[in-house]
């Protein structure tokens, strides 16, 4: 399939999307924190893995290689959003973590949840991207670290900052654990 | 690559449904028709301020989200270059699309056919339906100019107002503008043949010919307040502009009467689950919900939605304390779908109960 999709065939194309979109629009949709800008982000993300697809050597990788470019793609489009707060161009809006949440969550995952999407508002892009890969889709380290093509040492440096704003975000609400 | 540990992932909602990637590809089979190009308008972080102040103002300027592709990630000076240039055609994709433009910008369309719309500043365009035999749009206000591919086999309509103007592969400019009178329509071809259609009137307009009338409604607003839509693809185009507009009861009902006349229609899998997704998140309605979703998977042929109708329907039993329901549900999805796409939210659901 992946092969086909290589040779610009529009039919496995779209099989790719089909099988894969629920994967991507999850990923995007955890990545963003909210359904803004989400069909956008799937869309361009599909569009950049069709584009570079013949640089995939192993067709066997294409998920994790897909999962490599959005998040790369998301990380542009928080920096661009962030640019556009800074600027006053976009209002910062508060993520809202109950819409987040699937009805019937475990206690212990809704708290966590809550705490990490409180978290990320206040985190550079890449802190934010690194919490969110390995704190709510459950990575690795060094599979995180090649999700984001960086270096472990840099994963490792922020997710600390990320769990120091986390452990303020949790302070500040009187939560200790 | 590994999952371990607890998966939080799974304790969050769904971020689409099948249906939404089906609407998905019909944008990106769109853009990757056109000329192959790398980078992303509203992806560029360029590295100076100056150039980023550009970016963002350009960016800003439009309601219409910028996916233009565009050149690989500049220096400065070529950033403030590209914030100089035209934006390229944005996708119009799905029925129910809206484009709206700024008072000061206007935007290049591209609908999967080629045929291409320049709307103009302040001006807004919906795409009422695109199927095989025939595509529709509405010019709900401001200019456009349709540079309409010839197509034997699709009628294309741009509808304003209660006047449809049907086009055999054409170039025309439309505008409508609000008077003291009401509004007013005036179209001009400049290449092929246009057929303005009215009420009571049809006539055909040639190359280098313009016409002029005043109108007085929509058609939509038409059909809503006098005869009710006769075909499944009218009620399906009511109940997207009343979801559009915030009336989501008037959607469902639309939804339900498709469902109910016109259950071999290939739209109503689609309706019936599109009508429990209203009720179940908007309407707060999951008995009702459950028995749309149920419908969906009676008449859905492709497997994927009646999967998602399957899992939808357990969830609007859950929400509606159904137990017995729900775990039978439950199971019946799981011994189905072991590996389904929502077998993990599945699972979580009447547990407890």
Redesign the interface.
Known sequence: LVAAAQRGE?RA??VL??KY??MV??L???LLGS?E????L???S???A??SLKTLDKPEAFR?WLSAIVVR?AH??I??RR??SR?G??ATRPVAVE????????L???F??GS?YRAVQGLPAKARIALVLR??????LD?VA?LMGASLASVKRWLTDADRVLAAERTERGVRR | MNRPELRLDEHMIDAASQADVARQWLRIEAKLAKPVARGHAWLLIPGAVGAAVAVALVLSASHVRPSAPSAPAPSAPMAARRVAAPVGPQALAGDGARVETGSETARTLALADGSRIALGAGGSVLLAHSGKNEVRLVLERGKADFDVLPDAGRRFVVAVADVDFVIAGARFVVSVSDGAAGKTVTAAVERGTVEVRRPNARSLLLAGESWSGGVTATPAASNERGAAPEDARSLLAVATRARWQGRQRDAAAALEKLCRRFPNDPRAALAAFELGRIQLDTLHEPARAAQSFQLAMTLAREPVLREDAAARRTEALDRGGDASACRSAREAYLSEYPTGAHAGRVTGFCRDR
Request: with cysteine; net charge negative.
């Open positions: 529009l194309q779209e999307v089909k979109g629920l629009n999850g995007c949709f955890r359904r800008d989400l069909d956008d799937v869309q361009e599909f569009l950049q069709f584009r994790g793609t542009n489009l920096r661009r640019l556009m600027l161009l976009r819409d987040l949440i699937a009805p019937g969550a475990p212990e995952a809704m966590e949840l990490i704190r709510i889709e459950g990575w690795q599979e090649t």
